[in-house]
């Protein structure tokens, strides 16, 4: 990539326009922001002006909303126009939710009425339905057509539609009635009727269905497009792979951010400011700090127990990150395991069950490799007590085990359950309430152990 | 899916055979899997015989491999046949390696020599490489052919194919010399040579190609598939965007799981053996656990400073706690940015500055409520020593802030410089460190403040 910025940085200098022409038609759009980032403003605006019309759109569409701002900004009226045009209405839709109000204003001026109609709507679905991210350019077909008629709607509206791969077929009332893939159409005669080969009652989702529902269905399904309906079951668009995939790149994100006790950015890391990314983490942190001073005080509780045996202080740090480690594998495991739909909600006693053995097994080995090191690390200093501590820290560790697997295990699915997200029940909260346990655990069997 | 296994146990009870199979035909093939989970080995059978040959083979890709091995050992040679032959070539490899000898020789003898000899070679890609997640069935044109003769051939050999959506040219060495989409083909002139439409010098992967990487490109590209070429540069496959995702979210379950110090696991949570899942768990936790003695030894050296104030211990699971969940949302941040590609390398110093500035705005933060904190909680028992203790647990949770911050956002891409997978500097691995750091910090200061 910076050989081809170097390239292009010396063919404009040199003004060696039509080599540049040609260097830049042969780049893939998808290539242009990261060519652009460290490219000055002025260049790209040349660049981007020698592009041809259809390039110029794919690659508006790919840029990063700060570039396509200050694209805009020096656009001509009639430049302005072109671009929008040849975007298709689902990018259309990201761009005027992405730009400044006065950016806004002029894109709605140089969008054709009937355009400007459709967009409104668009904008007015719910953030993360269906209807946010779907587009309305596809082809549909009246039921009665023949395949050879089909292929004619194609070759005519085709280039406009975001794919062709699959048609849908529509009654008088505009209700959706069938879908038909291409590749059926073309190994089909191209004398029968759509209606003979297409499938009928094709699987639909609602405008107001949730993205993240939707993109799943994808995985599950391998579909290209999902066709996408109002409340009377009209066809009003569809939602593509690509889009789809977006959708689940970025609730993976999400999820990791809010399995880190963050509240999830839409931004990339760069694009977000200091203080927004202070802000983001700030929140979870103070929650947990707080509450781990209640830990604080179950230790603050046991000052006799330490005073007399000072080295049970030493083992604090072990014991705490244990049993957060233990938690935090268990609740990772069944929050990923809701989020891709392999654990339902009524599994828990399955779960439960499972971790349970999990955490004796776990517990056990933890606790035979540390009575081992105690031995060898103390055995010299603290003979008299040396059994009583193995016991007291080994019990600590199988007790921790237990109860961090259970809450790792049990937590992401009661949070389901009252639908709050899964992803908050990570390692940061679980954590906090296992480090609890497990102190009041370890001075509790200290006292009654060592006769504290 | 519940009321349709009670209707299809009771047409199967009835022997309404007719009903049974219309109903049949009408499930998606992607939930048929679910729809067995719940049935008597039998009645599955049954219900796979009533399947048509394609439904049959598409309804056998989808299910788990407990239930295929189920199914092929009931199979009589000849429809073993039919089913296998039915399978796109990836679908048989992904089999293959997952039955046990005896069930992968009988699929072998029942395979023609032409396809085993392909089986074979995808057999023998590296786990993980561009190779073995190809598939052999494309579309192939030579150059000089038209658009109509495309489509004949499309029309010939498409149904096999598994898509047809995007095709490719190659030369009379087969080496790939360009790609055409099929809606290219259908919205121009029919009499127009291929050549002449085609995308010349399409990106292409080798077989070699690490698959996530194929993954990312087409999340970056928006591809329906890739073609993989081999050494020589001829055209010997294609990865379709299903198997993308799928790599794609196998991925991202890869890096929750390593994140959360697991060893990562293909089997889906309930599939795993207790046993598994234990072995899985316990090698991290022992290297976290035994790290952790380090940070104990440090306490245990301070032995002196909290025998003359004891409170400072009831500090320690907060400060660890805050600096271990400040370390891990950078840590987090740096992994899921190099995993998107959004953060590189070279980056290394922008991440310190952003992460600097960061750590001030949210130790000082912390600290400040801790301060008010601590005069409401102690003013009264530790008149004396209120604004020191302010002072040393304010200084430390700055300090361990800027610390666990810096350790979160440059370990990450420290690992990924030494090719070692950033996940595995992830919130355990960091909390640990952070700990460490911590509680020198804060015992440090606890002995320069106080006067210990």
Known sequence: MEEMQEKIQQLIKEKRINELHKLLEEINSADFPSLFEELEEDKIVIIYRLLSKEKAAEVFAELDSDVQENLINVFTDKELKTVVNELFMDDTVDLIEEMPSTVVKRILNNIGAKDRKVINELLNFPEDSAGSIMTTEFVEFKEDITIQEGFDIIRKTGIKKETVYCCYVVDKFRKLVGSVDVKEMLTSNSNMKISEIMEENPISVLTTEDQEDVAKMFDKYNYMAIPVVDKEERLVGIVTIDDAIDVMQDENTEDFEKMAAM???????????????????????LVLMLSST??????????????????LVAFIPMIMDTGGNCGSQSSTLIIRGLALDEIKISDILKVIWKELRVAIVVGVTLAAVTAVRIYFQYGRNYQGQIIQLSIVVGVTLILTSLIAKLVGGILPIVAKKFKLDPAIMAAPLITTIVDMCAMLVFFKCAVIVMGL
């Open 263 to 285: 509240i999830p950015n839409e931004e990339t890391y760069f694009k977000t400011g200091v203080f927004t990314h202070a802000r983001n983490r700030i929140i979870w942190l």
């Open 294 to 311: 209640f830990t604080g005080a179950i230790i603050e509780k046991y000052q006799n127990a330490f005073a007399a045996i000072p080295i």
